[in-house]
């Protein structure tokens, strides 16, 4: 049987006069050489997200100022400086002398948030804790307590028919806007701060009667006229109420208590203020890098958990929290009882401090000396 095939092979002379199928690696006879290598193609690592930082392959992956640019060498340091772990801890003393301090942990990365709006149900501790150290630092004297609501026929409304949230902020938004343009202007004339408006504001859903949105603000000024409020605000004219403060304490109970409520589902923010009150109650931050003043940090703060727990303050296996300085009060709650309010003495957290101080400045002096005598063993020092 013949079978023919479509390919055809050429017979090829060798140098010996052999003939050989071209093609074959396997051929018999003297073919010529095997087909050298292909060379591989040089690689250069991917870098998503950084190829503005280096230059144009061949790239040499070292820390060298030839291959990489001063802000890629910046970004290195920075990685390498966050992979290494330290441990140590932390204290923060505010304005109005409360302390908080704890234990910290650095060379550990979050996930990024996605950013999307939240509805909430209530204030956050966080939120509660920020709002009442901005009116206890005593830098800021709040006068007027102002509530503002919305009349639905003047308001746009939901499904549900209530007032839009998203409209109302905008409304809300575009009110405080105008209201400290014209007392920013007013401190711009007279040259002075003392006029340049201060304000917390709140958002709250009413429960029990439309479940519409309003707003609560502490303001700083003493005088603001309520006909030129309600202008500006473009409700009802019984939806702008003004009251005058007079107790700074009072100040703090009204924010709270309208911030106790919850099951008030709020998308977006819940409260706010001015950048100038954010920056009054940043509080100063000590760090104590080390193993050595962690353990120290965690010895004065067993000698303090009785001092701090009966006086208001908070002591956990992570941290503390010292609360700021105050006045024992007595007053009436609504039944007619008296009630007291336990003061704060100003001298637990001297005492607190001087007591962390102590070791801390031990433990410095015993670095200086090892850095010092870097030869010597510390074991033959006399502490």
């Known amino acids: 049987m013949v079978c023919n095939n479509d390919l055809n092979i050429i017979p090829q002379n060798n140098q010996n006069g052999s003939t050989g199928s071209a093609g074959y690696a396997g051929a018999s006879g003297n073919t010529a050489g095997p087909a050298e290598p292909e060379t591989p193609k040089e690689h250069h690592p991917t870098l998503p997200g950084l190829e503005e930082y280096f230059p144009p392959p061949p790239l040499e992956f070292n820390n060298s100022s030839i291959s990489l640019t001063e802000e890629a060498q910046e970004l290195l340091k920075k990685w390498e400086a966050e992979s290494t772990s330290s441990r140590g801890a932390c204290i923060n003393i505010f304005p109005s002398g409360e302390i908080t301090g704890g234990f910290f942990r650095t060379g550990r990365r979050s996930l990024p948030r996605k950013k999307e709006r939240i509805v909430s149900q209530e204030f956050t501790r966080q939120a509660r804790k920020t709002i009442r150290r901005a009116v206890e630092s005593g830098l800021t004297t709040f006068r007027l307590f102002i509530t503002l609501t919305f009349d639905p026929k003047q308001s746009q409304l939901d499904e549900a028919g209530h007032v839009d949230q998203l409209w109302a902020k905008e409304k809300f938004k575009r009110f405080l806007n105008t209201v400290k343009r014209k007392y920013d202007r007013k401190a711009e004339k007279a040259e002075t701060a003392k006029n340049e408006l201060s304000y917390i504001w709140t958002a709250e859903i009413q429960e029990l009667n439309t479940k519409n949105i309003h707003f609560h603000i502490l303001v700083d000024q003493p005088f603001i006229p309520v006909q030129w409020l309600v202008m500006i605000w473009g409700q009802a004219a019984n939806s702008v109420n003004v009251k005058r403060i007079t107790n700074q304490e009072h100040a703090a109970k009204y924010m709270l208590k309208y ?116 030869d010597n063993s510390s074991d033959d020092l006399p502490f």
């Open 259 to 374: 911030m106790s409520k919850g099951h008030c589902p709020i998308e977006g923010k819940r409260y706010g203020m001015t950048q100038n009150l954010l920056d009054q109650i940043r509080p100063q931050k000590i760090r104590f890098a080390g193993e050595d003043r962690r353990e120290a940090f965690r010895k004065v703060k067993r000698e303090f958990y009785w001092d701090i727990e009966n006086n208001g303050g908070k002591v956990t296996d992570f941290g503390l929290s010292i609360p700021a300085p105050r006045r024992s009060r007595v007053w009436r709650d609504k039944k007619g009882m008296l009630r007291t309010t336990k003061g704060v003495p100003k001298e637990l957290s001297e005492r607190f401090l001087h007591a962390l101080e102590k070791p801390m400045k031990r433990i410095d002096f015993e670095e200086e000396v090892d850095a010092a005598h870097p």
